[in-house]
């Protein structure tokens, strides 16, 4: 048996010491290893974790988790659109799903409803739209939903969405540019009202100066305010 044990943990090290880098860090230790170190694989082990000690990774808290997760966002633009997920092509909410599901689980909470109509929330208006208002008992429940909708219809409404988001702003601009027009003729009509009373006002002067006042201030009350 221990024959068996030093023929494994030799070819372990041979097999090792063909993966070195010639000239590197690590062929040099390689070859200054004592026979002691070479004598069992786990000798090896400590004298290789000796030189380069393992790396402590440090390990995402709950509440980061739950941070991702809620800024792991379906963009309203990208809704009824296609990407590649796993090297296979598949509608942006799939994808979107799969992310989430996989964050809720790393939460430590997809077996529960915490956090999921928050989630909810932040979905486009067309994927709202379109889920039915239940209650999810768990995220694989709420992903599912989301999954199960047909891209096709998505995009279909998002296109009408997108039509009516335009008609909407030119309908703005359209009621921008009427209130902009009716506050110059309003202010228009008030400037011809301010100089009659100021041709009114000038009666007693100078006959010459009077006709020559009136002229100027004709020019200016009546000039097309564009």
Not at 16 to 23: A, E, S
């Given at each position: ?29 390689f070859k200054a290893l004592t026979s ?26 709950k509440a980061e988790y739950e941070r ?84 096709s219809r998505l995009a279909e409404k ?69």
């Open positions: 048996m221990r024959q068996q044990v030093v023929i494994v943990s030799g070819n372990k090290l041979d097999a090792f010491g063909d993966y070195i880098g010639t000239g590197s860090q690590a062929e040099r230790w002691t170190d070479k004598a069992t694989w786990p000798a090896f082990v400590a004298a290789f974790e000796k030189c380069w000690p393992p790396v402590t990774i440090t390990e995402k808290m991702e997760l809620l800024d792991h966002a379906l963009k309203e633009e990208d809704v009824g659109k296609k990407t590649t997920l796993y090297n296979r092509e598949c509608w942006t909410h799939v994808a979107w799903a799969v992310k989430t599901l996989q964050l809720a689980t790393d939460a430590g909470i997809d077996q529960g409803t915490s956090m999921i109509w928050q989630v909810r929330s932040k979905l486009p208006n067309v994927v709202k739209d379109l889920l039915k208002d239940e209650e999810y008992k768990t995220w694989a429940d709420f992903t599912k939903a989301v999954t199960e909708l047909k891209g998002q296109e009408q969405h997108l039509k009516q988001t335009q008609e909407l702003k030119a309908l703005h601009a359209d009621l921008a540019r009427h209130s902009i027009m009716l506050q110059l003729r309003q202010s228009h009509s008030l400037s011809i009202t301010l100089c009659n009373t100021i041709l009114s006002g000038s009666k007693n002067l100078p006959s010459k100066t009077r006709e020559k006042q009136k002229g100027q201030h004709k020019e200016q009350c009546y000039a097309d305010p564009g």
